[in-house]
């Protein structure tokens, strides 16, 4: 029989042993694991701080993964920026004014350059990273842009640009070719030049000088302008008649008319007659024939300029514009196109909050960076509309007349294509979307660099100092055998042994 007492000592014994099981299961754990807990509350009191330590790492971690989607972005952005730049300068060099030689199908080899270069431009615009498109503002699920086929000849029933440049054409030169204004004689000593109508097309009249003696000038007047030259005399020869002109797409020129004596007419000529009717005659001709000239070069190159302005410069919410007609020879007015007629060459979102705000993304507490862009910027939007006007248009060796146009095409589009004062350059994207990913690269860093220290924070706190356990738990273990000796010999005692 055991002794009583024996027994309460025995009882306290091993809850002693299951308390000392219990911490050496501990130890053991955290030299497994090295955390001193697998719980906050094993903490103690510094589970508020660990808590709170973490949370600003998960933070953080949140906006570095942030800033790896939009280093990507900006990695692709940068890489068709720069391709970009050099389309334009290959672009360039292949619109030379001064060679003209067609290769096949009424086009030169820089026109066939061009053609390529702006195909290539349209792919690069349809860029994505990740499945998000990248040009296409805050749409990014869709191609920003159509194909090249498209745009250029029209898909179904929607027309491309091809077919709204030829509507254009007409509406500018009008039926009689002489660019919408129209030569009449009011009376046989009278030479009157006027607009046809009040509309955007043609040739516009903005003043007229006259140096022509013994006439007298009326006008021009208010829109639609109209002027003309009554003759009471004869004018002295080499004296001019200077009619200053628009051109549709908004550049200036002068039509300058010399009196010259009789049989010694020419171009920008008129003879002196043997009477102010024989002269103002012989001026109506000469303005007529100038005015065909003028209509044949320069008009007719002018025209494709406004065509890809309107085709292809719509923002903001806007639509690409039409000929209102038929008919479209005396056309007075542009209409909305509609996605059922005309194909809209870019497709993607089209807002009028700035591009870049069109995709933002959070990359510290109180920084917001922007990075978005659409292809219908005027940055990309010139390149693509002026690669299509020059690569579109076709010649032939028949037409006295074309060398002269295209020389006229090729230095407009060259202009143009060289982003004169004024007009969004592919630098100042890429400067904009530089500055966004310097940005964030530079939050990246303050983000490692920070995470580091709360990491180091939070390993003070929860992680185990093994050294130290080490020496407890071997404490431990000796304490722990100790009282197993102690417990067996207990265990083993009767009343005997008190006798």
């Known amino acids: 029989m055991v002794d009583p007492l024996v027994g309460s000592r025995s009882t306290t014994v091993v809850r002693d042993l299951m308390q000392l099981r219990e911490q050496m299961a501990g130890f053991e754990q955290q030299i497994a694991t090295g955390r001193k807990s697998e719980t906050y509350a094993g903490l103690g009191n510094e589970r508020?701080?660990?808590?709170?330590?973490?949370?600003?790492?998960?933070?953080?971690?949140?906006?570095?993964?942030?800033?790896?989607?939009?280093?990507?972005?900006?990695?692709?952005?940068?890489?068709?920026?720069?391709?970009?730049?050099?389309?334009?300068?290959?672009?360039?060099?292949?619109?030379?004014?001064?060679?003209?030689?067609?290769?096949?199908?009424?086009?030169?080899?820089?026109?066939?350059?061009?053609?390529?270069?702006?195909?290539?431009?349209?792919?690069?615009?349809?860029?994505?990273?990740?499945?998000?498109?990248?040009?296409?503002?805050?749409?990014?699920?869709?191609?920003?842009?159509?194909?090249?086929?498209?745009?250029?000849?029209?898909?179904?029933?929607?027309?491309?640009?091809?077919?709204?440049?030829?509507?254009?054409?007409?509406?500018?030169?009008?039926?009689?070719?002489?660019?919408?204004?129209?030569?009449?004689?009011?009376?046989?000593?009278?030479?009157?030049?006027?607009?046809?109508?009040?509309?955007?097309?043609?040739?516009k009249i903005d003043g007229v000088s006259n140096g022509l003696t013994n006439t007298v000038l009326t006008g021009p007047s208010a829109a639609p302008a109209t002027f003309d030259v009554a003759f009471s005399g004869q004018p002295i020869a080499g004296e001019t008649l200077t009619v200053s002109v628009t051109l549709p797409d908004g550049t200036a020129q002068n039509i300058e008319l010399v009196a010259a004596p009789a049989g010694q007419g020419g171009d920008n000529a008129f003879e002196i007659g043997t009477t102010p009717d024989e002269t103002a005659a012989n001026l109506a001709a000469a303005l007529t024939d100038t005015l065909e000239q003028l209509t044949a070069v320069d008009v007719r190159a002018a025209s494709a300029i406004a065509a890809g302005t309107d085709f292809f410069d719509y923002d903001g919410g806007g639509v690409p514009q039409r000929i209102d007609g038929p008919p479209f020879d005396s056309a007075t007015a542009l209409r909305d196109g509609t996605e059922a007629d005309t194909v809209f060459w870019y497709t993607g979102e089209n807002g009028t909050d700035p591009a870049r705000s069109s995709a933002t993304a959070r990359i510290d507490d109180n920084l917001t960076i922007s990075y978005g862009a659409r292809a219908n910027e005027d940055a990309f939007r010139v390149l693509v509309q002026n690669l299509a006007v020059f690569s579109s248009s076709t010649f032939t060796d028949g037409d006295p007349n074309d060398e002269a146009r295209y020389s006229q095409l090729a230095d407009k589009t060259l202009q143009n294509?060289?982003?004169?004062?004024?007009?969004?350059?592919?630098?100042?994207?890429?400067?904009?979307?530089?500055?966004?990913?310097?940005?964030?690269?530079?939050?990246?860093?303050?983000?490692?660099?920070?995470?580091?220290?709360?990491?180091?924070?939070?390993?003070?706190?929860?992680?185990?100092?093994?050294?130290?356990?080490?020496?407890?738990?071997?404490?431990?273990?000796?304490?722990?055998?100790?009282?197993?000796?102690?417990?067996?010999?207990?265990?083993?005692?009767?009343?005997?042994?008190?006798?």
Do not use: C, W
């Not at 350059?425 to 530079?442: M, P, V, Y």
């Open 48 to 203: 508020s701080l660990s808590i709170a330590f973490r949370s600003d790492v998960s933070r953080l971690e949140s906006y570095q993964s942030s800033i790896t989607l939009v280093e990507l972005r900006l990695s692709i952005s940068d890489q068709v920026l720069t391709r970009m730049d050099g389309v334009a300068s290959e672009a360039r060099g292949s619109m030379d004014p001064n060679i003209y030689q067609l290769v096949g199908e009424g086009k030169t080899q820089g026109q066939v350059t061009s053609y390529n270069l702006l195909g290539e431009t349209l792919s690069m615009l349809n860029s994505e990273a990740g499945g998000r498109y990248l040009f296409g503002g805050q749409d990014v699920s869709s191609k920003p842009v159509e194909t090249i086929n498209a745009i250029m000849d029209g898909e179904g029933n929607r027309a491309g640009f091809v077919q709204h440049r030829d509507e254009r054409l007409l509406a500018d030169t009008g039926a009689a070719g002489t660019g919408r204004l129209d030569v009449t004689q009011p009376s046989t000593t009278q030479v009157q030049l006027g607009e046809d109508g009040v509309h955007p097309f043609g040739l």
């Open 417 to 499: 294509i060289s982003y004169p004062a004024g007009v969004q350059k592919l630098e100042q994207i890429a400067g904009e979307l530089s500055a966004a990913r310097s940005a964030a690269n530079n939050a990246n860093t303050r983000h490692t660099i920070k995470t580091g220290t709360l990491q180091s924070l939070v390993d003070g706190i929860e992680g185990a100092d093994l050294n130290e356990v080490s020496v407890s738990l071997l404490t431990l273990q000796t304490r722990l055998e100790a009282s197993y000796r102690a417990t067996s010999i207990l265990f083993n005692m009767s009343l005997v042994n008190y006798i």
